[in-house]
């Protein structure tokens, strides 16, 4: 391969304007290198970027500290038959995972090798990762940690609409709308530069409602707070359509001209209790008729989602209910109005567009369509026959390890699988079985624990890369300074890979901007077109909505002002019957459960628990429970409190808060070993999207220190 060539040619002085390499909102972010070295940074928030204004949260801004880190890996290391990893030289690394690659498939068939990607790869890591394992390893075992995070707004918003773009409107939009619903989002712990947004729409006069188990950060800003059950989103949302329906305040005008599905979906509704749903989600109905009413009477009103309502079993279903409400009020495609999805990592958008996603080819064309089947196999130059079918999800891939499974071999990319899977105990005994597991990243994780093999890669700051944010802008983020001695890109490696794999044609690129030269023709004409996006274009104009068909064309801001994209240009309603959660509180396990995150901290902590700053801020995790729970257990703030589940235990200082339901415990996600809240989760699959129910499961708490013997709550 020809390794990519040096980047620094953007950097035309000592700052450079890039973006964090953290979460979807993707702040643009001026990096300065100070005295000209490369370890002394000075990174401040881009008042110029339209998207944060100046604006950036504390993992920004600490995040030049994982650059020049001393745990940074800078040498591939390989397991030795002691057991301990050592290093080793690229071409020793590269030649024994080859070896290892090509005698499994000869074993176990093309199926048997695995790949991981990350909603943190850039466009064009996802893009070559995904043709790495279609063209080359021929599996069709690929997919990514987005499918734990928005895959259940994508496959609602795909019924729906026919299309998945997080926010079908700039985020500039927010600020515009009368009434403002955030549902499952504690965006300002978990995105707080957006909350300027929000600001601004409160200045205007407009209103906030917020639907969450507990009263967040988020919810204390908000006019109307509905803190219902943990799990009855579903429930709730459906009712909120049938009060609609009920008062009249339904949009039959737009329902007629622009929506399918209508009859069966109001019939559907006809059995919706509404005092049946207040008692099931604590929500009154006092709550529930003033929630419609903002939403319905204002004349620009927007209903928002995130993983707190879309991390269930049942999250598409929920999303659809959010499609079907926001419909039927005749908000969709109307200005500052509609439906949208808080995407959650910094590329979770642009991740599952190009073809790191089981289901999914390059574009948001789908593997298992035979017309999108044959435009990708005659655009890589292959036999249609020879690329592989539809792959398994996330969880289930990684529950597929082992013989009885078939997956045999991992490559991983920018994912700590063990802390953020649900039931991780078993995934990371899982990995054990695994004859060889790669991981490539910048640090060592909990996932790498089990690795053959760790390959160090350059980090953002160090290499150029296109991510789409959660408006559907693809963005630039430029490189600042050159890699450190030892390292490689994702890119390199994956070119590498190829190569020694005996794949060597379209696995030759000279850097970031080529793949993306390919990536953009390998879009023309699909739902994800991006074929009139340039770096120079968006340099120039801050980043580009797609679709974006011709480099005349200014992008898409804005989607279905005139009509879905299906071919008859209407929305699709769906009917979407509440059901319970898959494991409900019961004698044994009475308490529900529920994960979330620290500002401080962002997905598995890979990242962040390694920037002191952070760490030193929160340094554990900490069980959020009600005071009256807490006296019923005889813990103190303060004190241990051991939860269990099915899956296993884990033991954190208990927080008291009356932000929390009594019937609740809440606790952040971000760490692994003993302290993984994810031991507790439960691995249900959305029957559509495949997303687990990281959202909730059943449990029992005790104190772990209280005198005579422990007390449960049961
Ligand atoms: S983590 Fe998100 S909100 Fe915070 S600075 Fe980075 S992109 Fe902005």
């Known amino acids: 391969m020809s390794p990519p060539a040096p980047q620094l ?18 702040c643009g972010m001026e990096v300065t290198r100070l005295h000209g070295t490369t370890t002394e940074l000075r990174i401040a928030a881009d008042p110029d970027f339209p998207v944060n204004r100046g604006q950036m949260c504390i993992k920004g801004f600490t995040s030049g500290a994982l650059l020049d880190h001393p745990r940074r890996i800078r040498q591939p290391l390989l397991r030795q038959p002691s057991g301990q990893l050592a290093p080793v030289s690229w071409s020793s690394a590269l030649d024994f995972i080859a070896e290892r690659v090509l005698a499994l498939q000869r074993a176990h068939g093309h199926g048997a090798i695995g ?7 850039t466009n064009e890591k996802a893009y070559l990762l995904g043709k790495l394992a279609r063209v080359t390893l021929r599996t069709p075992n690929i997919d990514y940690n987005g499918r734990y995070c928005m895959s259940s707004a994508a496959a609602g918003q795909n019924r729906a609409f026919g299309i998945d773009r997080g926010l079908p409107f700039p985020v500039s939009d927010i600020a515009e709308t009368d009434t403002l619903l955030l549902w499952g989002s504690n965006c300002a712990e978990t995105m707080p530069p957006i909350m300027q947004w929000v600001y601004a729409q409160k200045e205007r006069g407009g209103r906030l409602i917020v639907v969450d188990p507990r009263l967040t950060d988020t919810a204390r800003s908000a006019a109307l707070h509905l803190q219902l059950t943990p799990g009855t989103d579903l429930l709730l949302a459906n009712s909120l359509l049938a009060l ?3 008062q009249g305040l339904v949009d039959e005008p737009y329902i007629a001209a622009r929506t399918e599905g209508w009859d069966e979906l109001r019939r559907s509704l006809l059995t919706c209790d509404a005092a049946y749903v207040e008692r099931v989600s604590g929500v009154s109905l006092d709550q529930q008729r003033r929630a419609v009413d903002m939403l319905a009477r204002a004349e620009r009103s927007m209903l928002l989602s995130g993983r707190g309502s879309e991390q269930q079993s049942k999250g598409t279903d929920t999303v659809l209910a959010f499609t079907n409400l926001m419909l039927a009020l005749g908000k969709v495609g109307k200005p500052a109005s ?8 910094g590329n979770g958008q642009g991740g599952r567009e190009h073809g790191q996603k089981a289901d999914q080819l390059p574009g948001y064309r789908y593997i298992e369509n035979s017309e999108h089947r044959a435009a990708m196999a005659a655009f890589w130059g292959i036999a249609e026959t020879s690329l592989p079918g539809k792959g398994k999800s996330a969880y289930e891939l990684l529950d597929a ?5 078939g997956i045999r071999a991992l490559l991983v990319f920018g994912s700590n699988v063990v802390v953020a899977s649900p039931n991780s105990k078993h995934i990371e005994s899982k990995l054990r079985e695994l004859e060889l597991l790669v991981v490539c990243d910048a640090f060592e994780n909990e996932t790498s624990e089990a690795a053959h093999v760790i390959l160090p890669i350059a980090q953002f700051g160090e290499e150029q890369g296109t991510l789409t944010n959660l408006e559907g802008r693809v963005i630039l983020r430029e490189r600042v300074q050159q890699a450190p001695a030892g390292v490689k890109t994702d890119l390199e490696i994956i070119c590498e890979l190829s190569q020694r794999l005996g794949v060597t044609r379209g696995f030759e690129f000279d850097g970031p901007e080529q793949v993306f030269e390919e990536l953009r023709r390998a879009t ?7 074929s009139g996006i340039s770096y120079a274009r968006i340099r120039q104009e801050k980043g580009i909505f797609w679709p974006c068909p011709a480099p005349d064309h200014p992008g898409t801001p804005r989607l279905f002002a005139d009509r879905f994209h299906f071919p008859n240009g209407r929305a699709r309603f769906s009917a979407v019957p509440h059901r319970p959660a898959a494991e409900p509180p019961d004698a044994d396990y009475p308490l529900l459960f529920t994960t979330g995150r620290y500002k401080e901290h ?12 952070l760490n030193e801020a929160k340094p554990e995790p900490r069980v959020q429970i009600h005071p009256r729970l807490a006296q019923e257990l005889g813990v103190l703030d303060g004190q241990a409190l051991t939860i269990e589940s099915r899956r296993g235990s884990v033991s954190m200082s208990a927080l008291l808060s009356r932000d929390i339901r009594p019937d609740t415990l809440f606790a952040p996600f971000h760490w692994g070993g003993k302290l993984a809240a994810n031991i507790l989760t439960v691995p249900a699959l959305d029957p559509s999207s495949r997303m687990p129910e990281f959202k909730l499961c059943a449990v029992r708490a005790r104190s772990a220190t209280a005198q005579g013997g422990p007390k449960r709550a049961k």
């Open 602 to 613: 962002y997905n598995s902590g890979a990242q962040t628990r390694r920037v002191a700053e």
């Open 338 to 345: 509609g439906y949208g999805c808080l995407t959650g990592q």
């Open 524 to 530: 023309a004409g699909a739902t994800a077109d991006y």
């Open 9 to 26: 040619a953007a950097v035309t002085s000592q700052t450079v304007k890039t973006h964090c390499p953290y979460c979807a909102f993707q």
């Open 401 to 405: 390890i082992g013989p009885s499974g």
């Open 115 to 121: 790949v991981f990607g990350s909603g943190a790869l």
């Open 244 to 246: 609609a329906i009920e």
